[in-house]
């Protein structure tokens, strides 16, 4: 099972491409903070002048980038035992274009197979299936 490869390949009637990624791992959710609205000097905001462009920059990449990305890795290795310990398998469709677009279902170990043959056989027929011994949860936000 890899995160990076799909497993299998579709592309159903109406021509839109899909991927199927299986995987026992959720990763975190990439979270920006807040850059925006900042109030300087206590409650009433100054006018910007030549230093506080640095200091703007510098938030701003803070809170888009450099946050994010220590509170990703911080979360992945629990994600990483989580996926290892347990017996579910996510099975992701994903479709970029003309939007993108994630379908999921969980299923076990054992019926990972059955179910994402029944999946593809779905999605080439242009509809979303419920296979059994699956659960689909539905769209995620792309």
Do not use: N
């Amino acid at each position: 099972m890899s995160l990076f490869r799909p497993a299998r390949t579709v592309t159903d009637p109406s021509g839109t491409y899909w991927e199927l990624y299986v995987s026992k791992t959720v990763l975190p959710a990439w979270r920006q903070g807040d850059s925006g609205d900042v109030e300087w000097f206590g409650g009433r905001m100054m006018g910007y002048d030549l230093l506080m462009v640095p200091v703007s920059v510098l938030g701003a990449l803070w809170s888009v980038l450099v946050f994010p990305a220590v509170r990703f890795l911080a979360h992945l290795p629990a994600g990483l035992v989580k996926g290892r310990r347990s017996r579910a398998v996510r099975i992701e469709a994903v479709t970029t274009f003309p939007q993108r677009e994630v379908l999921l279902w969980t299923t076990t170990d054992g019926l990972v197979e059955g179910v994402l043959d029944e999946i593809v056989m779905g999605l080439a027929a242009g509809k979303v299936v419920q296979p059994e011994g699956a659960v689909y949860s539905g769209r995620e936000p792309g």
